[in-house]
T-cell receptor, first 113, second 111 residues
Framework: DAGVTQSPTHLIKTRGQQVTLRCSPKSGHDTVSWYQQALGQGPQFIFQYYEEEERQRGNFPDRFSGHQFPNYSSELNVNALLLGDSALYLC????????????FGSGTRLTVV | GQQLNQSPQSMFIQEGEDVSMNCTSSSIFNTWLWYKQDPGEGPVLLIALYKAGELTSNGRLTAQFGITRKDSFLNISASIPSDVGIYFCAGRSGSARQLTFGSGTQLTVLP
């Protein structure tokens, strides 16, 4: 049973560029959440997608956007990258009607230079 | 916004010792979760707590949901080398869909 799959695992981008990160949820899960984890910090909630709609959003600027596809997979897009966007980006999937069984992927390490 | 204060920030203990860490919040949570994160991996759920006062065990791990709903602790008994990692508390409140995480406790187990 595959867990949450994220790609790519590592990425280096230049300031001002745009990046797209991808996530395939755990089999049977229909909800995807994205978190940003800066070095030495706990994960911070970016947004959550369910039924292809953004259901809730954390305190992140509009440069951060997302999408969920009919197969429940999701993308996180970040425009106009800043040095401060360097972080581990985690995807977590869950079942909308199933308590708080969030399953996290291993993340994408984004470095902005 | 909500903040979780997790302590201690780091711990160095001898193998076989017991460990305790805790989280406090400025506001009420109705769910507390404890996660462990190994290097290069995402957080893995250890214990979930859903009711004030609840005490739950998972092997050598025990966690409690504080009566005030503003705190939680995690105990690890008889630590072993594979307990090394970063432990995070996380809470969820009201109708919020997101988890609020603490800043983590880095645990090192010395042989």
């Amino acid at each position: 049973d595959a867990g949450v799959t994220q790609s790519p695992t590592h990425l280096i981008k230049t300031r001002g560029q745009q990046v797209t990160l991808r996530c395939s949820p755990k089999s049977g899960h229909d909800t995807v959440s994205w978190y940003q984890q800066a070095l030495g910090q706990g994960p911070q909630f970016i947004f959550q997608y369910y039924e292809e709609e953004e259901r809730q959003r954390g305190n992140f600027p509009d440069r951060f956007s997302g999408h969920q596809f009919p197969n429940y997979s999701s993308e996180l897009n970040v425009n106009a990258l800043l040095l401060g966007d360097s972080a581990l980006y985690l995807c977590a999937s869950s079942l909308s009607q199933g308590g708080y069984g969030y399953t996290f992927g291993s993340g994408t390490r984004l470095t902005v230079v | 916004g909500q903040q979780l204060n997790q302590s201690p920030q780091s711990m160095f203990i001898q193998e076989g010792e017991d460990v305790s860490m805790n989280c406090t919040s400025s506001s009420i949570f109705n769910t507390w979760l404890w996660y462990k994160q190994d290097p290069g991996e995402g957080p893995v759920l250890l214990i979930a707590l859903y009711k004030a006062g609840e005490l739950t065990s998972n092997g050598r791990l025990t966690a409690q949901f504080g009566i005030t709903r503003k705190d939680s602790f995690l105990n690890i008994s008889a630590s072993i080398p594979s307990d090394v990692g970063i432990y995070f508390c996380a809470g969820r409140s009201g109708s919020a869909r997101q988890l609020t995480f603490g800043s983590g406790t880095q645990l090192t187990v010395l042989p």
